[in-house]
């Protein structure tokens, strides 16, 4: 079984701050894990992944996110907010490692709706 | 562009009313899936096909029929909706079953009157 909790559904900060997106997971298995962005009227688009390899990850747009297993989290951050990054992020978990009939179906969490003040 | 694309982008419809919403991708991918995005609940998986077969029928209501006529292309074929059935109606492809990726098309927004 497998699990995504958003901790915030609504995120707001300034141009030029920091971000974090909070996200724990709940798997029975070696997880891998996403963060997936939805610009209005968009469809989503996968910021970054981490499938076993190292636990810091880098994906698209300056955003990065680190598996720590012993928290059971892979929070999203970004140093500097931009106007752009506006939108809803969602945290993915898949059963791709769990061996048997899984087939990588994706758990997404309820979303974290970012907004960026100018 | 993500390489999937979904048609139409917006729909309204009766609940006696059958329409089909229509998915393809250019990706070369073989398994492909349509999810449910409703207003303040995470995605719901629907279908799942891998090479045209359906490995998937995640407790949907028989008024959603899929078809997947080829790799490239899945439908929704909605007949006798109720309002509820309202949302955006995504579908994804990835190179196989088990691939840690999907690709998503930007949906189709259906509202039931």
């Known amino acids: 079984a497998q699990s995504v909790t958003q901790l915030d559904s609504h995120v707001s900060v300034s141009e030029g701050t920091p971000v974090l997106l909070r996200c724990n997971y709940s798997?029975?298995?070696?997880?891998?894990l996403f963060w997936y962005v939805q610009h209005p009227n968009k469809g989503l688009q996968l910021l970054l992944k981490?499938?076993?390899?190292?636990?810091l990850v880098k994906g698209i747009n300056g955003f990065e996110a680190e598996f720590k297993k012993s928290e059971t989290s892979f929070h999203l951050t970004k140093p500097s907010a931009h106007m752009s990054d506006a939108a809803e992020y969602f945290c993915?978990?898949?059963?791709?490692?769990?061996?048997?009939?899984?087939?990588?179906?994706?758990?997404f969490g309820q979303g974290t709706i970012l907004t960026v003040h100018p | 562009e993500t390489g999937v694309t979904q048609t139409p982008r917006h729909l309204v419809m009766g609940m006696t009313n059958k329409k089909s919403l229509k998915c393809e991708q250019h990706?070369?991918?073989?398994?492909m899936y349509w999810y449910k995005q409703s207003a303040k609940k995470p995605l719901e998986l629907m279908f799942v096909?891998?090479?045209?077969?359906?490995?998937e029928n995640n407790s949907v209501p028989s008024r959603f029929s899929p078809e997947c006529p080829n790799s490239s292309h899945l439908f929704l074929h909605l007949h006798t909706l109720q309002p509820e059935d309202s949302a955006l109606y995504l579908c994804?492809?990835?190179?196989?079953?088990?691939?840690?990726?999907?690709?998503f098309g930007p949906g189709t927004r259906l509202t039931v009157t």
């Open positions: 994804a492809s990835s190179p196989n079953l088990g691939s840690y990726e999907q690709y």
């Open positions: 798997s029975s298995y070696s997880p891998s």
């Open positions: 981490y499938t076993s390899a190292a636990t």
């Open positions: 993915v978990v898949s059963d791709a490692n769990a061996g048997g009939t899984s087939y990588g179906k994706l758990t």
């Open positions: 990706l070369g991918h073989n398994a």
């Open positions: 096909y891998s090479l045209e077969e359906r490995v």
